[in-house]
């Protein structure tokens, strides 16, 4: 019986492995494997730190241009596996036709040089913000200490810290000055070597007062983000002995008003006085120093003041104009101890309630001594609301009002020490 060999070879052919197997569309699935994989480190790792140092330290990072540049080397990956896989199967039906093998080339090539290109620009969003976040801060610090009055370090924590050192002219420190943060109502008081310091300061806009008598200074505004440790000096002006004075205009809607009380506290007590029939008022013998507080209080509307220096043998103009009524009830006024002294951070509480141990609103004493509600609002009203006013180391005083919507109570408080 003759055997057909010829059958044979031909069946041995189809069924053997395909003849010239290239090994490019697996090169393709490894390579797109891999920068899969840089894509998902450098997506959940490095992005990620750069948006918190980014919110942190207001750097020129640029999160939508990194996002983009990643999503670009995210489709040259998924394409390089996606090519390779479909080569891979068509390998195993046949042999790969010579233009499959050089577009395999192509891409191989083309993908590592695109992929090289882009990443090198994200790459460079990156690094460039980082380089010039240290660039500032080596420059910072290679400011001599001599010349400079503030320098900028960088902790690990969610708020910040303010150092002080306050001097007068000749580069005295100066002890026992009033250091009071507006926005955050906290207050401290230089050591015998002129420092201050503030913990956990949230991050924000800070607006720092600096009171002592005999001397003077701005209020000092600057920002702090979060883990920024600030370490500032201070220098205070001497103001003259004589004696100066406030003066200004108080309008309702821009027009003047006559009978409103304006007051101020000044040596140890509070001074006041009323408009004319022209708006006008006059607080005189006020001894020159920074940090006095001018209060204008009308019924029916929100006390208006403003924090003023009072030069020596000069009236400081300060004007006041009311515009919002009052929806509920304002109580505000200062607190002093019985020597005459401003007492910063006291607590007024309206309405203690007993079972829940808590009051139904409560205020504080600013640098200034003087404490407000704002608008207050409650419905309904109590036929009286009990308050109590506190400080550490003073005994309490209790008060109480009754309550009419649209009343301005100006109420002042004199504590004595235990």
């Known amino acids: 019986m003759e055997v057909d060999t010829t059958t044979q070879i031909q069946s041995l052919q189809l069924s053997g492995p395909p003849q010239n197997k290239t090994h490019l569309p697996l090169v393709l699935i490894i390579l797109g494997i891999l920068k899969l994989l840089f894509v998902i480190a450098f997506g959940f790792s490095v992005l990620p730190q750069m948006n918190f140092l980014n919110s942190s330290l207001d750097t020129s990072f640029n999160p939508f241009l990194s996002y983009s540049l990643l999503g670009v080397t995210t ?93 007068d002219l000749s580069l005295k420190p100066l002890n026992d000055v009033t250091v009071y943060e507006q926005n955050r109502k906290i207050s401290t008081k230089t050591d015998s070597n002129g420092f201050f310091t ?96 001018i209060v204008a209080a009308k019924d029916n509307y929100s006390p208006i003041s403003d924090i003023v220096t009072v030069s020596s043998k000069i009236n400081t103009k300060v004007n006041f104009n009311f515009t919002t009524k009052l929806k509920g009830i304002t109580v505000n006024g200062f607190i002093s101890n019985t020597e005459g002294e401003i007492i910063t951070n006291a607590t007024v509480g309206f309405g203690y309630n007993s079972l829940l141990k808590t009051y139904s609103s409560s205020t504080g004493s600013d640098a200034t001594g003087f404490y407000q509600t704002g608008d207050w609002q409650q419905s309904p009203w109590p036929s009286k609301i009990p308050i109590e006013v506190s400080a550490p180391g003073y005994k309490m005083i209790q008060d109480e009002i009754s309550p009419v919507v649209g009343n301005s109570y100006i109420k002042h408080y004199i504590l004595e020490k235990n």
């Open 198 to 293: 503030f913990e956990d300061v949230t991050p924000g806009q800070v607006m720092l007062s600096l009171t002592s008598p005999g001397y003077t200074s701005p209020i000092q505004g600057f920002n702090i983000s979060a883990g920024m440790k600030i370490k500032k000096k201070f220098t205070l002006s001497t103001i003259g002995t004589e004696a100066g004075g406030v003066e200004g205009i108080v309008t309702v809607n821009n027009v003047p008003q006559q009978n409103i009380e304006v007051f101020t506290f000044v040596g140890g007590k509070i001074t006041k006085t009323v408009t004319d029939t022209s708006g006008k008022y006059v607080l005189q013998n006020i001894p020159p120093e920074d940090g006095y507080r």
């Open 75 to 167: 489709l040259i990956a998924i394409t390089d596996i996606g090519v390779g896989v479909f080569l891979t199967r068509k390998q195993k039906i046949a042999p790969l036709a010579k233009n499959y093998k050089m577009a395999s080339v192509v891409l191989l090539i083309g993908g590592l040089l695109l992929f090289g290109t882009v990443n090198a620009f994200l790459v460079q969003s990156v690094i460039s913000p980082i380089y010039n976040l240290t660039g500032n801060l080596q420059d910072a610090k290679n400011i001599p200490s001599e010349t400079s009055d503030t320098t900028i370090e960088y902790i690990n924590s969610e708020n910040g810290i303010i150092e002080g050192y306050v001097t």
